[in-house]
């Protein structure tokens, strides 16, 4: 191939498909993508070609398609900003389902170029072929078949406005992904001898000019509902639920405005770890935290009944909060940035769309009762105490130990990913509020284990030094995340529990069935983690002592990947975890 400098110095030498490519991926770079991640594949090179070629863009080749597209969704969750994935034709297209479900459900914007045979070759047994039509069916915000390329200003305008329209689907109200399918014709690329000129460059790059927002996620702004607000503000003996959020605005303000509502009101915040609230204190505010602990004492959720509930985002996860809420006769509002329902205790609630700092500035200063939030700081304070002292003395490796420490001692303003089922549950019994500034991620969308590892690598990648929180089943699960490990620019550091198979089974009924629990539940494995990361290349390190995973994660590397190895024993820590959430 000849060398190219600028997007379009080669399309004199360029086939129709190569004009095509280079196109899209100028249009996307100039509407504020910056990342294109793309995985090996002969009929989607005019979009890969385009890419590497592109000085705009950072280009990123990953070989597993599922690994790539989780990728890409850590990228987007950390930037708020859409990445672009490109696949061949084919099952390839396929394996970025679980990360699309995800990107779907999280509002997470992607942008899913998939390559294709043309319509002459479907439908008639021709290699890797299948139907991509709206293969990701229900869960891309905007689908869309492109024409065959054709090198006229008619159709090169038409690109244009396509990707333009498509990058804004992504976006604006409820951000999520999009799928472009490109059929091309062979041949697929140009070649060095092709030196006839297919368009003008100036045309091309006058038809590549676009007048539109960049890509920056959008939040429609809207006059809050005055009947619901006031509405809200009529109760004194009220809660806020903060759960897992996307904010739209930073970590900080978000805090402050949970915060502003709280004192406004006079409620209690009521904050799981998915959200900036614990790990950006503010004095003289009422969160709780331990509400997992002294909600499954009736003789407390007996005076602390609330009259209202404000519920920022979505549920958190524990169990005995959510039957909670259940039991309770209070009013509901259901705050939410996006058309979605977050709501799957199906009560009776008033949503409020909007922002939460809309929301914080809204509403008016209100005459509260200083002994509810009191009360429930009281609480809070007392079972704090109890579990840090009980904690503290815990000398055996115990998982749950492993999130209070990362709470206590992981440097100021470090991204933290949670992986599923036990990982994040612990942190969020067990986490501590804080001025740490550390940043959440998680993939609470789906909340399942697929691509846990891949994701919290594009979390890192260019960003501060991160540290991820996984199980050994969900490691392995993604252990090809690894082959990525040298596109990593800024380090991950991976704390891995290692308790031979899947703990969270271990709080179930199903743990009863002594004859099929091991074998087809708790499925535990015999990997030598050790020798895995050899093999891929990563350092190693195995904790055995508290003091030394203490020194590990106080100083993060600023490079590569590590992985910690904490063994602990499954049945132990249940044991351990029931005399925790008994302590009150």
């Known amino acids: 191939m000849l060398p190219i400098t600028t997007p379009f110095d080669a399309v004199s030498c360029s086939s129709v498909n190569t004009v095509w490519g280079a196109l899209t991926i100028e249009v996307l770079a100039r509407l504020g993508v910056k990342t294109v991640v793309t995985s090996p594949g002969a009929r989607s090179a005019p979009l890969t070609l385009a890419a590497a070629r592109n000085a705009r863009v950072e280009a990123l080749s990953i070989l597993d398609e599922r690994s790539a597209a989780f990728f890409a969704l850590g990228i987007a ?41 043309p319509p002459e070759l479907r439908n008639c047994s021709s290699g890797q072929t299948i139907d991509q039509s709206k293969i990701f069916g229900i869960y891309v915000r905007h689908y869309t078949e492109l024409a065959l390329p054709e090198a006229t200003e008619q159709m090169l305008s038409y690109l244009r406005q396509t990707l333009v329209h498509n990058v804004n689907q992504s976006i604006i109200n409820n951000p ?58 009529s109760h004194r003996k009220g809660v806020i639920i903060v759960g897992a959020n996307n904010p739209s605005c930073g970590d900080d303000d978000f805090a402050n405005a949970v915060n502003l509502i709280s004192q406004k009101l006079g409620w209690p915040i009521i904050a799981d770890i998915l959200n900036p609230v614990r790990n950006h204190y503010i004095e003289n505010r009422s969160v709780i935290t331990h509400y997992d602990t002294f909600l499954r004492n009736k003789e407390y959720t007996s005076t602390l009944e609330p009259k209202a509930v404000l519920q920022i985002g979505t549920l958190p996860t524990s169990k005995v909060l959510n039957n909670w809420l259940e039991s309770l ?14 709501d799957p205790l199906h009560r009776l609630a008033t949503p409020i769309y909007g922002d939460v700092c809309e929301l914080s500035q809204a509403i008016e200063q209100e005459s509260i009762d200083p002994e509810w939030s009191t009360q429930w700081m009281a609480l809070e304070e007392q079972t704090a105490a109890k579990i840090d002292t009980k904690i503290h003395t815990i000398e055996a490796l115990f998982e749950g130990k492993v999130s209070w420490l990362l709470s206590r001692f992981l440097p100021t303003g470090t991204s933290v990913f949670l ?56 490691f392995l699960h993604d252990i090809n995340g690894l082959l990525s490990m040298n596109l990593l620019e800024g380090s991950l550091t991976v704390i891995l529990i290692n308790n031979n198979g899947g703990g969270i089974f271990e709080h179930l009924p199903v743990a009863n069935d002594g004859a099929s629990f091991e074998e087809y539940f708790a499925t535990p494995q015999c990997a030598n983690f050790s020798q895995l990361c050899a093999s891929y290349g990563a350092e190693y390190t195995a904790i055995h002592d508290w003091d030394q995973l203490i020194k590990n994660i106080t100083n993060l590397p600023q490079s590569g990947i590590r992985v910690i190895e904490v063994i602990t024993d499954r049945k132990a820590d249940i044991h351990t975890l029931s005399t925790i959430q008994t302590t009150s």
Request: net charge neutral; charged share 15%; aromatic share 6%.
């Open 329 to 342: 006769d209070a009013v509901t509002f259901l705050l939410t940035s996006r058309p979605i329902n977050t």
């Open 77 to 117: 969750k950390r930037t708020l900003r859409p990445v672009a994935l490109i696949s061949t034709s084919g099952t390839a297209a396929a394996n970025y389902l679980p990360a699309v479900i995800e990107a779907s459900l999280s509002g997470t914007p992607l942008i899913i170029m998939t390559a294709d045979r």
């Open 419 to 474: 992986g599923n089922s036990m990982s994040i549950r612990y942190a969020e019994y067990l986490w501590s509020v804080g001025t740490s500034g550390c940043s959440i991620f998680y993939n609470r969308g789906a909340n399942g284990i697929d691509g846990t590892l891949s994701t919290a690598i594009g979390v890192a990648h260019c960003g501060k030094p991160s540290v991820l929180l996984i199980g050994d089943l969900a």
């Open 176 to 233: 999520g992904p999009v799928h472009l399918n490109f059929p091309f014709r062979e041949p697929l690329f140009s070649l060095p001898e092709d030196i006839n000129p297919i368009i003008d460059a100036a045309k091309l790059e006058s038809i590549s000019t676009i007048i539109t927002r960049p890509c920056d996620s959008v939040v429609m702004k809207g006059a809050i509902d005055q009947i619901a607000l006031e509405r809200l503000s």
